[in-house]
Each structure stands twice: as structure tokens, then as C-alpha cells.
């Protein structure tokens, strides 16, 4: 006798699951990661690889004998930490550097909290910000390791935009003199090639490739993106019209320190950002806002990680509390 | 920019892979099967008996209160018997089974291909042969027609709205009369505008169907106020909610009607029955069915007579295919799973779609990862995630604070979600507990 399936509508699925996704996420960093290996090569391909394998072997290892529940390694989110993690290290980060941040990322920022799904801050950036109050100089250790790729390409600069810029202000030069000492601090210098920083921000262009791939096959909304870097431009920009001299302008401050990398890949994470896009909005004018406190007033020249953890704990409660538009306007009586 | 509703929605492929066949009459079978539950509200008393002779068109079963329809024999012969007879969902229901003999039709229907244009009846007349004709919405659920163009003492509507948008994918039977009949549905439009009493009448249509518009504007300069509207091709588009939100711009309040809004919306396949009804005098019998499915041999649509076995409709396609795994009764998104082959079609089956295990069978659940993808595709602007996690927990108040009440089961959130959770399968429950709270409690 024939058999038929009996069950509730809908009937159709639409192809989308986690792996693809996490797959795209992949994808999307691609162009930057292919830029990062042109110019730091051999290093750069190491930190991914040790990322990349320490997050799924550690993941492995916890769900296999230390939860004894299902693997889901399957489903690439260990995977996309790992190689995000590698993007927001120093080029010249030695492997155990790397190793150490993945077990941090996986095993304490993740699986603690129950897994895929269940962690209030993002794994990566948990995993980087330990390493960065552990090991501060090797974290802003901006020295280019040699590429076989690029022999001969004269890598003049190591330092990141933004700690020249803070390191000249504090020495008492204006903002345009620092920039004449610095040749490299060009728009176009930055918007392609931009030597001094982690693996993952080389090349702006690269990031705005993986941001457009990410819309299109609709992975993530413009919502986190478009307002952490409109806050930023509105922040640093009415700051810059008061004062050119000690301020930089809006331009500089997007493309430089990261911003693009943690409002494109680490901001939008999924699990730890709001579920509607009002809730959206909030948040990435928060990290907007936190990042540029940070980097005006506090003591580093970068805030956009911290600045992100910040908004991932605020998460829950704009879950809880800012709802999404409503179809029904009003409601009817009796 | 082209019309469309403002809040979610998703965008399955369409498989109208039946839409270039041209509509074919279904044999008359043996043996019909006509229930008295073809509509919302108190099943049809039947008034003739075991051994009467029936004719095409003749009423059989009166309705039983004021929630109910009119019921007609679609076939000629004698009643075999009135029985408990299993529906597609193995529920037992009063059927009236008629041997069919020859295909003698009631004198005063008019079988005719003449198109009737002018409109005699008043609005009254209009209303009384609606109702007597047996007419249900066509649209998928089945209310009484002149129930919903009477609207209640103090409310008026503005606009007549016509939904021809037909956004479940495969479904192609409203695409096809649209495209062969469309002055009779302009004239059943301008009939029903009349019963009403409105003078604004928008027609939707999605943009995946460019000849059925077409068909429909050659006919503009005779029926100026029925406006044809090209819509932006999204699911759930023919919601009610959301058609009227695409065409007026106006939001039915969370528990109310669309007359709420000012607006009464009516099925293309509705208005083809009306102007057949009231112009040709033929009660509703037949109706028009999308016979499809990616793994049967044929996909073809038919006019089938009421109470058509489901069986002897998939036969006529090249029979139930070896992949089959699904059976539904309606579209992929909404429609019903067929647990019953042997049930027969009613007024409203507007499709017969085969499914294969590869189209069909869930996925693996995975962990939900918050993606927030639900949020963004609920057309009510609801948050299904925390629906889902409500309902699990049976939270009944918090449920009801969260509007789970206003979800209108498009299965959007389901259809979409990343982690395959069975999100409107639980949502379903806790919606229906919290409706009976609600109706459980004392009106304001």
C-alpha cells in the first residue's frame, strides 16, 4: 500500500539552513582574505589555518566528551569564527597567539553559554579582546612579516593609522601634519592597500566587496552596517567642523581602525545582535557612539571591538523590549 | 515602483508550470460526493432523500442558521444514499452520494457562452441569488458570499477589492479564468459592487501573471470603475490583510474584519461565480482546478464538478506518481495535506498538488541561531522566535501580549527559517488557546 505524508502546511522550504549561510559568511570575507595573503602571506595563511582548525577542534572536543551532545561542527559557525578571529589579529601574531584566542573564543565565549545560538558576546571578538589585554604588545605589534608574494614591495609603515594620529595629536601636531609625515595615510592608499593593521582590513575595498555579496544574497540587512558607519560619520564629522586641527574628518575615521570589519562581519554576527530592525538601529548607533568615545577620549586608539561587546550585552534587553512595527495600528474592541 | 504590502513576505519560486494550459471540462464521473460542510459556519441540511432523482444545478441542501450556505447537486441522477462520508482530512462529514445518470441540468440555467452585460437585477435581487446560488468565498475559506456583502449596521465599505494575485506558487486556476473569462468576472466585479453599494473597485493582480492583466484592461473603457492593478509578485499577497494593505494603503485593526478598514474583498473565482449566478442563473457546482505537481506526468486545469473524487482527479494527470510523498488540497504554503485520497473536492478546491519527498520532507532542526529572518518575514509584523518559545512554554498571557492572535498561519516564518524550526507548527497551538481565552471572556 502506497503511504503518504500527512502534516501542517507550509509544504515547501525555502533552500536557506545555517551551513549556507555560515558558507556565505565565508564567501564574503574571501576577497579580503585573498588581499591579506597577497601582502602578509605565509602568516596570514597560518593564522587562518590554526583559527580556523582550533575552533572546530575545540568545538569538536567539548560537544564530543565534555557535553556529549550532537556535534554540530557541520553547521561552519566554528569555522567562521576561527577565520574571523584571524582577520582581527596583527599580521605578525605568532600561531600559539592565534591558537590561544580560538580556545578563548570557542571554549569560554560559546560553548559556555550552551553553544550556536545561545552566547550574549561574539565569540571572535571575546577571543581578540583577551588577547589584548593579555598580550598588549604583541596585539599592537604592527610589524609587516615578508610575503613571497610581494618580494621587493617596499612595506614602509607598521603602525595603524589611528595610533599615528593619536601618538602625533598627543605630541602636540595638528592633524594635517601628521598626515604630510605619513604618505601612506591617503584615502586611496586606504581604500586598497592599508599595510599597517590586522590581517583583515588591507583593503577597504576588499570589505565593501564582501558587505555588497553579504546583501545580495540577503545573509544579513544594511540596518547594523549603514548606522554604525553613519554614526561614526556624524560623530567624528561635527567634531572635525569644530575643530580640523585636533579632529579627523568622517572619511578617515570609517576607513581606518577596523570600523569597516566590525560593522560588516563582527557587528552583524547573528546571535548576538537584535532580532528587529528597530532594535537594529539602536544598536549600531550605540557602537557608533561607543567607538568614537573610545577613540577620542579613552586610552586607546581603537574602540569598535570593545564597543561591539558593549552592544552585545545591551542585546537582550532591546530584544525584550523594542518590538517590530506592528501590522495592526490598532486594535479592535470587543 | 509597483504596488505591494508593506511589512515581510517571501518569494518562493512559482512552478506555474500548469499556467499555459488552457482550462478542459473534467468527465462527468459515476459517482459524485457532495458534503454539507462546503463552507464556514453550520453544515447544509440536505432536503431530498435516499432514491429521489436530482437534476445539474438543483438545490439539494438548505442551509441550517444564519452561517450557512445553499447546496446544489452537480451531477444528474439519484441519491445512492446520505451517509457520514470521510473528508480530505479522514473527518467523517454528512455527504449526499449521487449515481450519476446522464447530465440533465435544471431548466433556467443559461449554457450559453453568450457574455450577459447588462445588469437587470437591484441590489436586493443581486443578494437573494448569491445567496440562493450557494456562493462561498473561493478564495480558501469558504464564507458565505452574501454574509460578507451585507456588512453589519454602522459599518460601510469604500472599496470592492478583487484578489486575483494568486501568490501561492503552482496554483494556476484564478491566472486561467482571468485569462479566458475576464469580462464575466469584470461583470460579476460590477454585481457585487452593486449588492454593496460601493462605486471604487480595485482589482489585484501579481506581476507574474502579464496576460491576465492585459485580458483584463482591453476591457477598460467598459468598466471604468473596476481599476486593474499590477502588483509586485510576494507571498502572502492574497491575505486579505495584506491585499488590502497593498491596494488602499489601509491596515485592518488587530481582531477586526476588513470592513473595519472600509473595504470587503472577494475572490476572482467568486466574482466568475457571481456574474454565472446572477446573469446565467447557474448556482455553484463546478469550479475551475489546478491538477499539478513537478512529478506528474501532465499539469492541467480543470472545471470540475462539485464532489469529484481527489483519486479520479489525479488519474486524469497520468495517476499518483511513484516519487509522490505529499498530497496537498490547495498551495504549497497553505494548503492541506490529503490524508484521504478517496475524499471528494467541494466548492473551494481550487488545487490538487503533488509533492515529492525532495520538495516536502523537513530537514533536520538545527539550534535557532537568531537570525531574526522570521521577524523580517512576518507579514504582521509579529516576532515568531518568541512566539515559538511561548507557546512550547504554554505562556498563554505573555502569547496573548506578543498579539499571537493576530498571525494569519502564512507559514512565512517556517518557510524561512535557517534553523528549520517548526516555528507556525507550535504557534498554531498556542494561537488557538489563546483565541478560546479570548472568546471565553466577557465582551467591553
Given amino acids: 500500500m502506497r503511504k503518504l505524508l500527512v502534516s501542517p502546511a507550509p509544504h515547501i522550504h525555502s533552500p536557506e539552513n545555517t551551513r549556507r549561510i555560515m558558507i556565505d559568511v565565508l564567501i564574503a570575507l574571501a576577497p579580503s582574505l585573498l588581499v591579506s595573503i597577497y601582502f602578509f602571506g605565509f602568516s596570514a595563511i597560518q593564522l587562518v589555518l590554526v583559527g580556523a582548525v582550533t575552533c572546530v577542534g575545540v568545538e569538536y572536543l567539548i560537544q564530543k566528551y565534555l557535553l556529549k551532545t550532537e556535534v554540530t561542527i557541520q553547521d561552519m559557525s566554528a569555522a567562521v569564527t576561527g577565520v574571523l578571529l584571524a582577520l582581527n589579529l596583527p599580521p605578525s601574531s605568532p600561531w600559539w597567539l592565534m591558537l590561544l584566542g580560538s580556545i578563548v573564543a570557542i571554549g569560554v565565549a560559546k560553548m559556555t553559554f550552551g553553544g550556536l545560538g545561545q552566547n550574549i558576546f561574539n565569540p571572535a571578538l571575546v577571543g581578540r579582546v583577551f588577547l589584548l589585554i593579555s598580550f598588549p604588545v604583541l596585539m599592537t605589534d604592527w610589524n609587516i612579516p615578508d610575503s613571497w608574494f610581494r618580494a621587493g614591495v617596499d612595506a614602509s609603515t607598521g603602525a595603524t593609522p589611528l595610533a599615528l594620529i593619536k601618538e602625533g595629536l598627543a605630541q602636540g601636531h595638528t592633524v594635517d601634519q601628521i598626515m604630510a609625515l605619513y604618505p601612506d595615510l591617503s584615502y586611496f592608499q586606504m581604500l586598497f592597500i592599508k599595510v599597517g593593521g590586522s590581517v583583515g582590513e588591507v583593503s577597504a575595498l576588499a570589505l565593501l566587496l564582501g558587505l555588497v555579496y553579504l546583501l545580495v544574497r540577503r545573509v544579513i540587512r544594511p540596518h547594523i552596517p549603514v548606522t554604525i558607519l553613519l554614526t561614526i560619520a556624524v560623530f567624528s564629522g561635527i567634531f572635525w567642523l569644530i575643530d580640523p586641527t585636533q579632529y579627523t574628518d568622517p572619511l578617515f575615521n570609517i576607513l581606518t581602525g577596523g570600523v569597516l570589519l566590525g560593522s560588516i562581519f563582527m557587528a552583524t554576527d547573528y546571535v548576538t545582535s537584535p532580532m528587529t530592525a528597530r532594535g537594529m538601529v539602536i544598536y549600531g548607533v550605540g557602537i557608533g557612539l561607543i567607538t568614537m568615545l573610545i577613540r577620542m577620549f579613552g586610552s586607546y586608539p581603537e574602540g569598535i571591538s570593545f564597543a561591539i561587546l558593549i552592544m552585545n550585552s545591551v542585546v537582550p534587553l532591546i530584544n525584550k523590549y523594542i518590538k517590530p512595527a506592528r501590522f495592526a495600528k490598532e486594535v479592535k474592541n470587543g | ?444
Fill in chain 2, 1 to 444: 515602483m509597483k504596488k505591494t504590502f508593506a511589512l515581510g513576505g517571501v518569494h518562493p519560486h512559482d512552478h506555474k508550470i500548469s499556467a499555459g494550459s488552457a482550462i478542459e471540462t473534467f468527465p462527468v464521473l459515476d459517482r459524485v460526493y457532495i458534503s454539507m460542510s462546503q463552507h464556514l459556519g453550520a453544515p447544509a441540511e440536505p432536503i431530498v432523500a435516499k432514491g429521489d432523482r436530482v437534476k445539474v444545478g438543483q438545490l439539494i441542501a438548505k442551509p441550517s442558521g444564519f452561517m450557512s450556505a445553499c447546496i446544489h447537486s452537480s451531477v444528474s441522477g439519484t441519491v445512492a444514499s446520505i451517509e457520514p462520508y470521510a473528508d480530505l482530512a479522514g473527518n467523517l462529514v454528512k455527504t449526499i452520494i449521487i449515481d450519476v445518470d446522464g447530465d440533465e441540468w435544471e431548466e433556467g440555467i443559461d449554457r450559453t457562452d453568450t457574455v450577459v452585460r447588462e445588469i437587470t437585477a437591484t441590489k436586493e435581487e443581486i443578494l437573494k441569488r448569491i445567496a440562493d446560488s450557494g456562493i462561498v468565498g473561493l478564495g480558501g475559506a469558504s464564507f458565505p458570499t452574501h454574509i460578507k456583502l451585507t456588512p453589519p449596521p454602522g459599518k460601510k465599505a469604500d472599496y470592492l477589492l478583487i484578489n486575483g494575485a494568486e501568490c501561492e506558487p503552482y496554483l494556476t486556476s484564478d491566472h486561467r479564468i482571468m485569462l479566458e473569462m475576464p469580462e464575466q468576472i469584470l461583470i460579476g466585479a460590477r454585481l457585487m459592487m452593486k449588492a454593496l453599494g460601493v462605486t471604487r473597485c480595485l482589482f489585484g493582480v501579481e506581476e507574474n501573471k502579464p496576460d491576465a492583466i492585459a485580458a483584463l484592461r482591453q476591457f477598460k473603457a467598459s468598466y471604468p470603475e473596476i481599476e486593474v492593478v499590477s502588483l509586485k509578485k510576494k507571498y502572502p499577497q492574497g491575505g486579505e490583510k495584506q491585499l488590502i494593505d497593498a491596494l488602499i494603503g489601509r491596515r485592518v485593526p488587530a481582531m477586526g474584519l476588513p470592513i473595519d478598514a472600509g473595504a470587503v474583498v472577494q475572490n476572482c473565482g467568486t466574482a466568475l461565480a457571481v456574474y454565472e449566478a446572477v446573469q446565467k442563473n447557474k448556482p455553484l457546482f463546478e469550479g475551475v482546478v489546478t491538477v499539478t505537481g513537478d512529478c506528474t506526468e501532465q499539469q492541467r486545469n480543470f472545471r470540475l464538478r462539485v464532489g469529484t473524487p481527489l483519486d479520479k482527479m489525479l488519474d486524469a494527470v497520468g495517476g499518483l506518481p511513484d516519487k509522490a510523498m505529499k498530497l496537498i488540497s490547495g498551495g504549497p504554503m497553505m494548503g492541506k495535506a490529503v490524508a484521504n485520497i478517496k475524499a471528494a473536492s467541494v466548492k473551494s478546491t481550487s488545487a490538487l498538488l503533488v509533492l515529492t519527498e525532495e520538495q516536502t520532507l523537513r530537514k533536520l532542526q538545527t539550534q535557532c541561531i537568531r537570525c531574526g529572518k522570521c521577524v523580517q518575514v512576518c507579514p504582521m509584523g509579529l516576532e515568531p522566535y518568541l512566539l515559538n518559545k511561548l507557546a512550547k512554554a504554554s505562556r498563554m498571557e505573555d502569547l496573548e501580549r506578543e498579539r499571537v492572535q493576530d498571525c494569519i498561519e502564512c507559514g512565512c516564518c517556517l518557510y524561512t527559517c535557517p534553523a528549520q524550526l517548526p516555528l507556525l507548527d507550535n504557534i498554531r497551538v498556542g494561537k488557538a488557546q489563546v483565541i478560546k481565552i479570548l472568546r471565553s471572556r466577557p465582551k467591553k
